[in-house]
């Protein structure tokens, strides 16, 4: 699908939002995501033509970031924590089971373009490890069996709640909340949870506090 109009408005919507305008080139290529489902030549052209900058520039950041995807991705983008906690704790089997059964690797998508798996980094999240996003919303404390269980009913087209976000939509509809984070969304489901709070709690209980800045240890 070619970028459209309203697209190329939305961009300078979103130039127009920071003090230097090459500021927006993150959120810009999100916008390009959501609308081609990967950063496509038009989408880079159509970014530094907005921003004034030149098609490499853009390219070098379209290329460092990893939620930047250079080649289509399906309509939902499985990503499995593989980073040391989440590793140990199941992770490399639960991406190891979703490989198998989508017959798929890293970064690729399915043959019908239903799903895209990629090994992702640390998401901060180890306190419910492993832990898998669809569509980079939370899945906590999977299973190589709960995870394809997951990936089974979106494919039905069922409705599946993230554990602590909103029900999952899709991997372009997530890169829209990316771009324009005001979607309505952010108070949908249980963003903290018993587990996430233990550390605090047992701070308070034994009267632990953090250490101010400029405080010697
Ligand atoms: S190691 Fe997986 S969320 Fe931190």
């Not at 890169?175 to 308070?204: I, W």
Request: hydrophobic share 35%; with cysteine; glycine share 8%.
């Amino acid at each position: 699908m070619a970028i459209s109009e309203q697209t190329i408005e939305r961009m300078r919507e979103l130039a127009g939002l920071y003090p230097k305008s090459r500021s927006a080139l993150l959120p810009m290529l999100h916008l390009v995501q959501s609308e081609q489902g990967e950063v496509t030549a038009e989408g880079i052209a159509t970014c530094a033509k907005v921003l004034g900058l030149s098609p490499a520039e853009v390219t070098g950041v379209a290329t460092f970031y990893t939620m930047y995807k250079r080649k289509p991705v399906g309509k939902h983008h499985i990503g499995v924590c593989t980073n040391t906690l989440c590793s140990v704790l199941g992770g490399d089997a639960v991406y190891d089971a979703l490989s198998e059964h989508l017959g798929v690797g890293h970064n690729e998508p399915t043959a019908d373009g239903g799903f895209s798996l990629e090994r992702i980094e640390c998401q901060a999240a180890c306190t419910h490890a492993p832990v898998m996003t669809v569509d980079w919303e939370f899945m906590d404390d999977v299973t190589p069996a709960s995870a394809i269980d997951v990936v089974e009913r979106l494919a039905r087209g069922e409705r599946v709640e993230s554990t602590r976000g909103p029900a999952i939509r899709d991997f372009q509809s997530t890169e829209l909340s990316l771009a324009f984070p005001d979607d309505g969304l952010a108070h949908e489901g249980n963003s903290v949870d018993e587990k996430m709070l233990a550390g605090l709690r047992y701070a308070k209980e034994h009267n632990m506090s953090a250490p101010t800045a400029g405080q010697e240890s």
